[in-house]
T-cell receptor, first 116, second 112 residues
Framework: NAGVMQNPRHLVRRRGQEARLRCSPM?????VYWYRQLPEEGLKFMVY????????ESGMPKERFSAEFPKEGPSILRIQQVVRGDSAAYFC??????????????FGQGTRLTVV | GDSVTQMEGPVTLSEEAFLTINCTYT??????LFWYVQYPGEGLQLLLK?????DKGSNKGFEATYRKETISFHLEKGSVQVSDSAVYFC???????????FGKGTTLSVSS
């Protein structure tokens, strides 16, 4: 059973370009979470999705950022018109059901975005 | 809102030394508590967890006890190895159960 797969592992974008980060959850997992890790910071929750639905996007910046988890295919985190401050590691996690004391989230290896 | 505070790093130890990484939290109720580990260039892996007061989580020689009185979940290991060098994150599940809330992480560096 493959783990959570994120690609690309490294992404370089010029200011103003769009960045698309992909996350394929573990088989059988329908819950996906995106986190951002800035240098010297912990992981900050961005968005929680369940197939075709955004459940909680309280951590998403109001502009330029969007996320989706279609019925078929990976979850996508999209950043439009990237700026240098978007440079960070973006981690995706998945779980078979909503998080609880008995439900573990499994993390991917992350996508390291560098904006130049 | 819910939050986690853990000791600043980096922590530098010699092999076989005793490790403590402090973690305290602020939350409504009594959330489940976790320690995750991130090895260089990798994603996070669950190290251990505790789901109620006085529970002790343990794995790979690491331990942490859920202390309701001191709202703490300190990570300990009696004898660290070079292979334990990593970043350690303390976390809790938020009240809504929608997300893990992480501390800033503590970098551990163990030398032989």
């Amino acid at each position: 059973n493959a783990g959570v797969m994120q690609n690309p592992r490294h992404l370089v974008r010029r200011r103003g370009q769009e960045a698309r980060l992909r996350c394929s959850p573990m088989k059988g997992h329908s819950h996906v979470y995106w986190y951002r890790q800035l240098p010297e910071e912990g992981l900050k929750f961005m968005v929680y999705l369940q197939k075709e639905n955004i459940i909680d996007e309280s951590g998403m910046p109001k502009e330029r950022f969007s996320a989706e988890f279609p019925k078929e295919g990976p979850s996508i985190l999209r950043i439009q018109q990237v700026v240098r401050g978007d440079s960070a590691a973006y981690f995706c996690a998945s779980s078979p059901q909503a998080l609880s004391m008995n439900t573990e989230a499994f993390f991917g290896q992350g996508t390291r975005l560098t904006v130049v | 809102g819910d939050s986690v505070t853990q000791m600043e790093g980096p922590v530098t130890l010699s092999e076989e030394a005793f490790l403590t990484i402090n973690c305290t939290y602020t939350a409504t109720g009594y959330p489940s508590l976790f320690w995750y580990v991130q090895y260089p260039g990798e994603g996070l892996q669950l190290l251990l967890k505790a789901t109620k007061a006085d529970d002790k989580g343990s794995n790979k020689g690491f331990e942490a006890t859920y202390r309701k009185e001191t709202i703490s979940f300190h990570l300990e290991k009696g004898s660290v190895q070079v292979s334990d060098s990593a970043v350690y994150f303390c976390a809790l599940i938020d009240l809504a159960g929608t997300a893990l809330i992480f501390g800033k992480g503590t970098t551990l560096s163990v030398s032989s």
